[in-house]
């Protein structure tokens, strides 16, 4: 088996599962702008919409020329999935390269004689076989739509600059891998260097895009894709990729195994990590911090748009027939709620993870080594990773509600402080059953665990697509929200809550009882 085969087959899986989210979420859009904005009129609307400072910040400046279809979804599309394409990808470039190197993998595939040049070769041709293979089934399944103004140049376009863009913060991952010695860093780092550039881009293009040169996520929207001003010369900026994999083999060439060229722990005393709790702290920190920071930005952006929400629900259709009865603006508001909630529920679901990853590294096993005083339990590991999740996920939905309530200080709206807590009353028993059910799986079987992260990408797909497409309320059932209060628009159901919350208690508590039991691996 050669080395690249190795860590294909490492992250073979995960690799599957993101591309065909990736390529499925993008297929998807054409389709529903199309329908949502089927007129001149409605993409109009849907322009004057977009041509203000907040918007300008969060997705780019304005396209010359008519606002299309395919012009809309390149303006709206391409900068968010190309932000989400980039944690991806910094996640795969960290996992094979400084995470493979901490766990000793890498040392023992060296010891078989092969060279530090087919180390940074295979790790490479995966970050490019699968960049390749991104744009290949995109530019094709973009070409399959009949839709007016889908060029295939556009297209082509849209995919490739897709692409490069997760090749070049693979590229700086694998970089930063020797110059940081601990893999939480290399991810930290890279992540923050993509999130310093879209912050930087959103500030300069609101003041003077000129000055937005130095940002990638500049370049995908100075392409101006599908109009008559299209043009792929900001591709060459890309062209960055090439000294920084020269350097990265360089560095990785002339360095120690296990070492690293920037260290922050030399003349510092070592970290007193004396209890379980703390190590889950300090081993996910990153994590929560990248969380909070997205989510807050999240609801940054929900917030900017609240003031023209009327207009573009009254400009549309098909979003006038689902909020067009009663306040069409409050109602938009109670889903952005709603959704936000789901999504908050992501960083406590991989905190949770994190015990099945310690149940497979056999490091619960180490837990049990010390005397019987000082013995970790694994009732005592389970708590700890259900405490932090549930409270990750219910401070990152805070931080979304309150980025959308700065972010509309000011709009003419009817919501109020008071709606905004009684929100994260409501529907923060969502993120406690969620967690709650994913604690039971995780006591049950570790390969159960799966089924949380298909029933929350049920309950976002019902809650969302089913406001806006009226999906009778059978397919809800499986939903909590059905069973709570629609707030602002209605007062809380506080029995309701309280059960929802007993049940999922009850499902924290089954499955401690089950995980203390079961055979570990």
Not at 96 to 115: D, H, V
Not at 348 to 357: A, I, K, Q
Not at 505 to 511: S, V
């Given at each position: 088996m050669t080395y690249f085969k190795l860590i294909f087959k490492n992250i073979r899986f995960k690799a599957t599962i993101w591309i065909v989210a990736l390529i499925a979420f993008s297929l998807s859009i054409p389709a529903v702008f199309n329908n949502l904005y089927s007129n001149k009129e409605e993409l109009a609307g849907m322009r004057m919409t977009v041509d203000n400072p907040a918007m300008v910040a969060l997705i780019g400046p304005l396209p010359d020329g008519d606002y299309t279809t395919p012009v809309m979804f390149a303006h709206q599309m391409l900068l968010i999935m190309a932000i989400i394409h980039s944690v991806f990808v910094i996640l795969l470039a960290r996992d094979?390269?400084?995470?493979?190197?901490?766990?000793?993998?890498?040392?023992?595939?060296?010891?078989?004689?092969?060279?530090k040049n087919t180390v940074m070769i295979s790790q490479y041709s995966l970050g490019l076989l699968i960049n390749s293979l991104i744009f290949i089934i995109l530019f094709i399944?973009?070409?399959?739509?009949?839709?007016?103004?889908?060029?295939?140049?556009?297209?082509?376009?849209?995919?490739?600059?897709?692409?490069?863009?997760?090749?070049?913060?693979?590229?700086l991952t694998l970089l930063f891998a020797q110059l940081f010695k601990n893999d939480d860093m290399v991810f930290g780092v890279t992540l923050g260097v993509s999130l310093g550039?879209?912050?930087y881009r959103a500030m300069t293009d609101v003041i003077d895009d000129k000055y937005s040169i130095l940002s990638p996520y500049h370049w995908l929207s100075k392409m101006q894709l599908y109009t008559d001003n299209e043009t792929a010369s900001w591709l060459l900026c890309f062209l960055i990729i090439v000294p920084i994999v020269i350097l990265?083999?360089?560095?990785?060439?002339?360095?120690?195994?296990?070492?690293?060229?920037?260290?922050?722990?030399?003349?510092?005393k070592d970290k007193k990590i004396n209890s379980y709790r703390k190590l889950l702290y300090h081993n996910n920190k990153v994590l929560a911090l990248s969380w909070s920071i997205a989510l807050l930005l999240v609801g940054l952006s929900y917030g900017s748009i609240f003031g023209d929400i009327d207009k573009v629900i009254g400009q549309?259709?098909?979003?006038?027939?689902?909020?067009?009865?009663?306040?069409?603006?409050?109602?938009?508001?109670?889903?952005?709620?709603?959704?936000?909630?789901?999504?908050?529920?992501?960083?406590?679901?991989?905190?949770?993870?994190?015990?099945?990853?310690?149940?497979?590294t056999r490091r619960l096993e180490a837990l049990n080594v010390g005397s019987l005083k000082n013995k970790i339990s694994r009732g005592r590991t389970y708590l700890s990773h259900y405490v932090f999740a549930l409270f990750l996920s219910l401070f990152t939905y805070?931080?979304?509600?309150?980025?959308?309530?700065?972010?509309s200080r000011g709009v003419d709206i009817s919501i109020t402080e008071k709606d905004y807590l009684l929100?994260?009353?409501?529907?923060?028993?969502?993120?406690?059953?969620?967690?709650?059910?994913?604690?039971?799986?995780?006591?049950?079987?570790?390969?159960?665990?799966?089924?949380?992260?298909?029933?929350?990408?049920?309950?976002?797909?019902?809650?969302?697509?089913?406001?806006?497409?009226?999906?009778?309320?059978?397919?809800?059932?499986?939903?909590?929200?059905?069973?709570?209060?629609?707030?602002?628009?209605?007062?809380?159901?506080?029995?309701?809550?309280i059960y929802l919350t007993i049940i999922a208690?009850?499902?924290?508590?089954?499955?401690m009882f089950l995980f203390k039991r079961r055979n570990l691996l």
């Open positions: 094979i390269s400084r995470k493979e190197e901490e766990s000793g993998l890498l040392e023992y595939a060296m010891s078989t004689g092969i060279s399944g973009l070409n399959l739509y009949n839709i007016e103004g889908f060029t295939t140049s556009g297209n082509f376009y849209y995919a490739l600059s897709l692409a490069l863009f997760g090749f070049l913060f693979y590229s550039f879209y912050i990265t083999f360089s560095l990785f060439k002339n360095r120690d195994l296990n070492d690293s060229y920037l260290s922050f722990d030399k003349n510092k549309n259709e098909m979003l006038a027939e689902a909020f067009g009865q009663g306040d069409g603006t409050t109602m938009f508001i109670g889903l952005l709620f709603v959704i936000s909630a789901v999504i908050a529920c992501v960083p406590g679901l991989m905190v949770n993870s994190r015990l099945l990853t310690e149940e497979k805070l931080l979304t509600l309150l980025g959308m309530y700065v972010a929100a994260f009353l409501n529907y923060s028993v969502v993120i406690v059953l969620v967690i709650g059910l994913s604690s039971l799986l995780i006591g049950i079987s570790k390969q159960a665990h799966i089924v949380v992260w298909v029933y929350l990408t049920y309950m976002f797909l019902a809650n969302y697509l089913g406001q806006i497409l009226q999906i009778d309320d059978v397919f809800l059932r499986l939903s909590p929200i059905l069973y709570l209060a629609e707030v602002p628009l209605e007062s809380i159901d506080i029995n309701i809550i208690i009850i499902m924290m508590l089954a499955g």
